[in-house]
């Protein structure tokens, strides 16, 4: 199953390096993950023995492509399995038209080391806070989230519209997606999930703090601790979530071939979908 081989693979990782192990729940989300992936994107395993022992996989939204997942099981890591792997899947993006590729990097210097070799660049950290926010969203006006009104809003900050991801992401009885009213008029949207924010995004800077804030609100009402990781260059969410209490906990990378959206007005979703 390639959402245990995930799983698997991430364990040895944060075993590598001292980190926190995934949660025993992530196969489940991860294996829903995958079958969605697959539906609408790329996706290439490589098997052994009848089992699967890497995988690689993409979205492709118009002329963006976003690396899914790369994953090697410990016993054939830097064995030449996974490359080739990666390979196709990207040259088949470039077939589709792909012009602009990227990844939710993470912390293994050998895979970073095959994304800058791609041409895939570092574009911003990836912060992860944590923790149970201070936070005022009373004022805050919202309605549920369309894939209508997202996609507009998606079109200006993310660059491409990605209907089908939405209407996957709302689909999903765990996911509160809200967009968020300025004056009677979408300012924004955010998901929240059992605590876990994003993705998250905003049309003028003006709203992000507006938009964040009902975000951390509508995710402290869900679970705690609340979570949520800010791109680098997004100055007033870092602003915003360290106002509000919560704690810096790790920091991945975003890495890619040139920029795309507006990352300052933007949280992603993690690295499924981004």
């Known amino acids: 199953m390639a959402a245990q081989l995930f799983v698997d693979s991430l364990t040895a990782l944060t075993q590598r390096h001292n980190a926190p192990p995934p949660p025993p729940e992530l196969v489940d989300e991860e294996e829903a993950g995958y079958a969605f992936v697959a539906r609408t994107g790329i996706f290439r395993v490589a098997t052994l023995a009848g089992r ?4 690689a996989c993409a979205i492709v939204r118009e002329d963006q492509w976003f ?12 064995q030449g399995i996974g490359g080739p792997l990666l390979r196709e899947v990207w040259d088949e993006g470039v077939r589709r038209g792909c012009r602009r590729q990227f990844v939710w990097a993470s912390i293994d210097p050998t895979a970073i080391a095959t994304y800058l070799k791609l041409g895939m660049l570092p574009g911003s950290q990836l912060f992860a806070f944590a923790g149970d926010p201070v936070i005022d969203a009373a004022r805050v006006q919202t309605r549920p989230l369309t894939t209508r009104d997202a996609a507009g809003i998606d079109l200006l900050v993310r660059g491409v519209p990605r209907e089908v991801d939405h209407a996957w992401w709302l689909s999903e009885p765990r996911n509160d997606g809200r967009t968020v009213l300025r004056d009677g008029a979408p300012a924004g ?12 995004a905003w049309l003028h800077a003006r709203d992000g703090e507006l938009v964040l804030a009902a975000a951390l609100a509508e995710a402290s009402s869900q679970a705690r601790p609340v979570k949520i990781v800010v791109p680098g260059m ?5 602003g915003l979530v360290l106002r509000a209490g919560l704690r810096l906990e790790r920091n991945s990378h975003l890495l ?10 933007y949280i992603p979703s993690g690295p499924l979908l981004f």
């Open 256 to 265: 890619w071939t040139e920029p795309f959206g507006r990352m300052e007005q």
């Open 189 to 200: 949207y955010y998901y929240a999930a059992n605590g876990r924010i994003g993705p998250v």
């Open 67 to 78: 690396l899914s997942g790369f994953w090697a099981d410990a016993s054939v890591r830097q």
């Open 52 to 55: 699967i022992v890497a995988l």
């Open 234 to 238: 997004n100055h007033s969410a870092l």
